[in-house]
């Protein structure tokens, strides 16, 4: 998977590029196919970590055109991992879950705490080295 880049719409008061909020934009906006909720979210560094709910599924289009979305009750809670970085004016981004098997650990405990159970082997081999982690810095 490659990068995705585009112009920023989200500033710190400073004038630099919020990168925690603009990853926050592009998980609450969703994908074609779901709707989700940041849950909570965090910058370590230049890595974005966040609790991301389904909370919503599209179901086609009604009769005059518009997106039907079928509510997830007690959706599942998964986590996202970005990489960012800001480059001539364009906020970059590399989206990865927890299934994927990313090989950033830093997610803190609150965020984790929060993840749905799995079975899915990556995901849980992240997630056991993401306490690991956690536990070696205490």
Do not use: H
Not at 20 to 46: H, I, N, P, Q, W
Not at 82 to 101: I, R, S
Request: glycine share 6%; net charge positive.
């Amino acid at each position: 998977m490659g990068w995705t880049s585009y112009l920023p719409m989200c500033f710190t008061k400073s004038g630099n590029v919020n990168r925690k909020a603009e990853c926050d934009k592009t998980f609450t906006y969703g994908s074609d196919s779901k709707r989700y909720k940041v849950l909570k979210s965090t910058m370590k560094g230049s890595v974005y970590y966040a609790a991301i709910q389904n909370i919503a599924c599209f179901d086609g289009f009604d009769d005059d055109g518009k997106e039907i979305y079928t509510p997830i009750e007690n959706g599942k809670v998964w986590c996202a991992i970005c990489l960012t970085k800001v480059k001539d004016g364009e906020f970059y981004c590399k989206d990865m879950d927890e299934t994927m098997g990313p090989l950033y650990y830093d997610c803190p405990k609150s965020i984790l705490n929060l993840l749905s159970e799995t079975d899915n082997k990556y995901a849980l081999k992240w997630r056991q080295k993401c306490r690991e982690k956690l536990n070696k810095t205490v």
